[in-house]
Nanobody
Framework: QVQLVESGGGLVQPGGSLRLSCAAPGSIFRISALGWYRQAPGKERELVASITSGGSTNYAESVKGRFTISRDNARNTVYLQMNSLKPEDTAVYYC????????WGQGTQVTVSS
């Protein structure tokens, strides 16, 4: 069983920033694709950002220019830097690791509200 450990969620005002972190086992981290999904109440889970083992990134249109995904292979951690946050970014954010199958983190709540 692959365990992903997320951290960094919380409450932030509109226009603020948060950084999410997700730690994964080192044995498979370097060769895995990684990313973040989010799910808001009453909505389907949507892909926010992804990064390949080679470092290529992809973003949802709604977060382009505001969010940045990165990976630190030395720390076995993937990050999601979220800037200029909006109320519509409020959701539970889930990291994932994809190799032969997809493994999920436990989710972390991000709430953007004044």
């Amino acid at each position: 069983q692959v365990q992903l450990v997320e951290s960094g969620g919380g409450l932030v005002q509109p226009g603020g920033s948060l950084r999410l972190s997700c730690a994964a086992p080192g044995s498979i981290f370097r060769i895995s694709a990684l990313g973040w999904y989010r799910q808001a109440p009453g909505k389907e889970r949507e892909l926010v950002a992804s990064i390949t083992s080679g470092g290529s990134t992809n973003y949802a249109e709604s977060v382009k220019g505001r969010f940045t995904i990165s990976r630190d292979n030395a720390r076995n951690t993937v990050y999601l830097q979220m800037n200029s946050l909006k109320p519509e970014d409020t959701a539970v954010y889930y990291c994932y690791l994809m190799l032969a199958v997809i493994y999920w983190g436990q989710g972390t709540q991000v709430t953007v509200s004044s």
